[in-house]
């Protein structure tokens, strides 16, 4: 709208509800447009805090587990290995900044047989873990590799891709935070070529 009135020619800027401004060297206004984006509750920031906190996790381990055991699943359109991880382990995380139920969280997925008679002991600083050697069939191999997850905090894996053999049948592996009394964490299995996976195993010993 073109303003006729000369005593506030020069004026530019927001006033009020009317936003004024040159054209031409002629003073116009016009309405300053309403904002219809709805103010966040509380509820939903801190929603939004909880959900960037599980982000965090699981790009923590996107290199070490994300990456590796995702790289070849043919996702829908719009779907990575990121999302897919927050989404599988929606019920583990709880709503929750942590992962409040970690019998039930998920660090891999595939078709590789996880351990048969898998057992664990503490020994030292050092966890001792046992399983069958004999089983080996269309899903397994024996020269299929051991990895071990360990939590801590319900937040921080710590993700060890060892070199023993599912043929072996046992390995002791080193506890990165040894002065905790308990330790917990998750088993899987990867094939030779580091392409198939098995789905993982809660441990707590």
């Not at 509820?43 to 055991?69: D, E, N, P, W």
Request: hydrophobic share 40%; charged share 25%; proline share 4%.
């Amino acid at each position: 709208m073109r303003v006729k009135n000369n005593n506030i020619n020069g004026l530019t800027g927001i006033v009020g509800k009317l936003c004024f401004y040159e054209v031409k060297g002629q003073l116009v206004c016009r309405g300053v447009p309403l904002s219809n984006k709805a103010k966040a509750s509380a509820a939903q920031i801190a929603y939004r805090k909880v959900f960037a906190s599980q982000v965090g996790i699981a790009q923590s381990v996107k290199s070490t587990l994300l990456h590796r055991v995702w790289r070849y699943t043919d996702f829908p359109l719009g779907v990575n290995s990121q999302n897919h991880f927050l989404k599988i382990n929606k019920g583990a995380f709880g709503r929750t900044d942590r992962i409040k139920y970690p019998q039930l969280f998920i660090v891999s997925e595939g078709e590789l047989n996880p351990a048969l008679n898998f057992e664990i002991r503490r020994d030292g600083n050092t966890e001792v873990m046992q399983w069958d050697p004999a089983d080996q069939n269309s899903q397994s191999s024996p020269d299929d590799r051991l990895n071990v997850v360990f939590l801590y905090n319900e937040k921080e894996l710590k993700v060890i891709k060892t070199d023993v053999f599912r043929s072996a049948g046992i390995a002791r592996i080193a506890i990165p935070v040894p002065d905790l009394t308990q330790q917990e964490g998750y088993v899987f299995w990867s094939s030779f070529d580091d392409k198939r996976f098995s789905p993982s195993v809660y441990w707590k010993g």
